[in-house]
């Protein structure tokens, strides 16, 4: 069995020696990890770029027991429960932040 350890190396400028040339190493030590990593931020980086209300300023909005409201920013009605609009103090449709206020009866 033949195995073979790739070694990245230049040739100094004298041509006297060769030297080890580490310019190419990764933080990562494969190249697919970093390919992933890259695309997981460029992915983050894509949904935060669709946020159009990612800075606008944060609202105040009452909600019910029902636990439905509708957003300020793009004017959507979601439920707080739901996970995939609904990001805790965000909006994850839009970016908008929302402050929650519990409507009084
Ligand atoms: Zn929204």
């Known amino acids: ?10 040739f100094t400028g004298d041509g006297t020696a060769w030297e080890k040339d ?3 190493v990764s933080l990562f030590d494969c ?7 890259a695309e997981a931020s ?7 770029l669709a946020w159009p209300a990612r800075d606008a300023p944060a609202r105040r909005v009452a909600v019910g027991t029902d636990r439905y409201l509708r957003c300020p920013f793009c004017a ?3 439920s707080l429960s739901d996970r995939n609009r609904w990001g805790g103090g965000t909006h994850l449709s839009c970016g ?3 402050d929650i206020v519990e409507k009084t009866p």
């Open 31 to 37: 190249s697919k990890l970093a390919i992933g990593s």
């Open 42 to 48: 460029l992915a983050w980086l894509a949904r935060e």
């Open 1 to 10: 069995m033949f195995s073979f350890q790739a070694e990245h190396r230049v």
């Open 96 to 98: 908008q932040r929302i």
């Open 22 to 24: 580490s310019s190419h």
């Open 76 to 78: 959507r009605v979601f």
